[in-house]
């Protein structure tokens, strides 16, 4: 559905060489989404569009109503113990309470997003924000965004505690108490950027090249029309809200249901703690390497459309946090074996997310004149032309992780998946569906940039396939 930490970086790409006559709509449909939809595209769009607000809406009633069963409901109502009605009866509807935090809460990061320019990266070694450029579109341009998210990140939190500790303004567990209101918002601002997006793409895009219409209306509404759409120079909806609302979210969304689980228990579980501690560190990792992200799937190739806004909006914030929300109503406790286990598992995961990012980022910045595990790294020549005609060069790494499996950072994260999963226990499924949803995402992003990469570098990819055979697993995917 929505997108995740992990991104598949685009590989290192050289400078502009020499100019070619090439059909703007073969050029421009080697990257990004396709100009034809199949029969089974259009099949799964179908699904998802009709299914996937309501496997949010399973998730949370479940929690709300079955104490996180995900077999009950269905049991209450095949048996005939309940009604669709009496379900829907008992879940809370939009209140004017949420309406308003929800309202506070986007106006406030969009005003962290565009006016208070970066300052972190003037006293922090090494992260690089303030203005940068993203990679180059199909049709050749290069986008300038203002890179702020770490910012954003530690004054929203700073203010939650501050409020926490001393103001008590509201609650800490006011998004908890809020939670299914809240959802309710974050449908409507999912629906209605879409809905804006698909139809400024069809008046007032951006840029015009960069967009591509299929004629299928669902499938445009679904994948987007517009590559890069923004509002005047610095608005760009796929950094604000892939980033903002819904990763800076996402802490303290674990962090209200902490603070409900001591309010409930008078204690916060070591179960607790570990989701908050793993979770915490990889989005602080996409804060951090939010330049980098500028160089990922999402911004590189994805076209803005309702599986961005409605999933950063809706699937991201609601279906990622489901082990905090289901330990506030399963306290878990976990032996001290086991808690050092879940801890190892994602930190180890973590590592080899960061490290694979790393030797990538690395082998990029410095056209692979660098050393990855100590040896100058081995790489693959290879070239794509860009919708004006333009030749570039790149670089298709075969050294370090990179060597071991083509998407190796999509495993580190695999593993860090099942961490948080591994945190809450073996009692209930629910909180399992991250690692289930998360191998078919990342093993669908494989096949799908694969696919991408094939028609983008033809003949190159196959040569760099066959030096690195494998996707995920070493030996065996």
Not at 257 to 279: C, D, H, P, R, W
Request: net charge positive; charged share 15%; glycine share 8%.
């Amino acid at each position: 559905m929505a997108t995740h930490l992990s991104k598949e970086k685009k590989p290192a790409e050289g400078r502009k060489h020499q100019n070619m006559q090439n059909d703007t709509k073969a050029s421009q449909g080697q990257w990004g989404r396709a100009w034809e939809v199949d029969w089974f595209s259009l099949a799964s769009i179908l699904f998802l569009l009709m299914f996937a607000p309501l496997i949010v809406y399973y998730f949370i009633m479940s929690c709300a109503q079955y104490q996180c069963s995900l077999t009950d409901p269905l049991l209450d109502l095949l048996m005939g113990n309940k009604h669709l009605s009496d379900i829907w009866n008992n879940t809370p509807t939009l209140t004017y309470r949420a309406a308003v935090i929800y309202s506070l809460w986007v106006t406030f990061q969009v005003v962290l997003y565009l006016f208070i320019p970066d300052f972190c990266h003037k006293f922090l070694p090494g992260y690089m924000g303030g203005v940068q450029e993203g990679a180059v579109t199909p049709a050749g341009v290069v986008n300038k965004y203002e890179i702020n998210g770490l910012q954003a990140w530690i004054i929203t939190h700073v203010l939650w505690f501050a409020n926490a500790s001393c103001f008590h303004f509201f609650s800490p567990t006011i998004i908890f108490d809020n939670w299914i209101p809240l959802l309710w918002c974050a449908n409507i601002l999912g629906y209605a950027v879409s809905t804006f997006a698909m139809i400024k793409g069809y008046f007032f895009p951006t840029n015009a090249k960069d967009c591509k219409f299929t004629g299928n209306f669902f499938y445009d509404y679904m994948m987007g029309i517009e590559f890069n759409p923004r509002i005047g120079k610095w608005f760009d909806f796929k950094l604000f809200f892939n980033g903002r609302p819904g990763i800076v979210a996402w802490t303290l969304i674990n962090l209200s249901f902490a603070a409900k689980q001591q309010e409930l228990y008078g204690q916060v579980t070591n179960s607790m703690i570990l989701v908050n501690v793993l979770q915490g560190i990889y989005v602080l990792d996409f804060f951090w390497n939010e330049a980098w992200y500028l160089k990922t799937i999402d911004i590189c190739h994805d076209h803005f459309g309702w599986y961005l806004g409605w999933g950063d909006c809706v699937w991201l914030p609601y279906l990622y946090t489901l082990q905090g929300l289901y330990l506030v109503y399963h306290p878990v406790q976990l032996s001290t074996a086991h808690a050092i286990g879940v801890l190892m598992l994602g930190l180890l995961g973590y590592y080899i997310f960061r490290m694979t990012n790393h030797q990538k980022d690395l082998f990029r910045r410095t056209s692979g004149n660098c050393r990855i595990w100590g040896k100058k790294p081995q790489y693959i020549e290879c070239s794509y032309t860009s919708v004006d005609g333009t030749k570039f060069y790149s670089k298709l790494m075969t050294s370090g992780f990179w060597g071991w499996a083509r998407h190796f950072n999509y495993t580190g994260d695999l593993m860090g998946s099942l961490a948080y999963c591994l945190a809450c226990g073996f009692e209930h499924l629910l909180p399992y569906f991250y690692i289930v949803y998360m191998t078919i995402l990342l093993t669908h992003r494989c096949l799908r940039d694969e696919h991408r990469c094939s028609s983008k570098y033809g003949k190159d990819w196959k040569r760099y396939t066959a030096a690195v055979p494998y996707r995920l697993l070493p030996g065996i995917f």
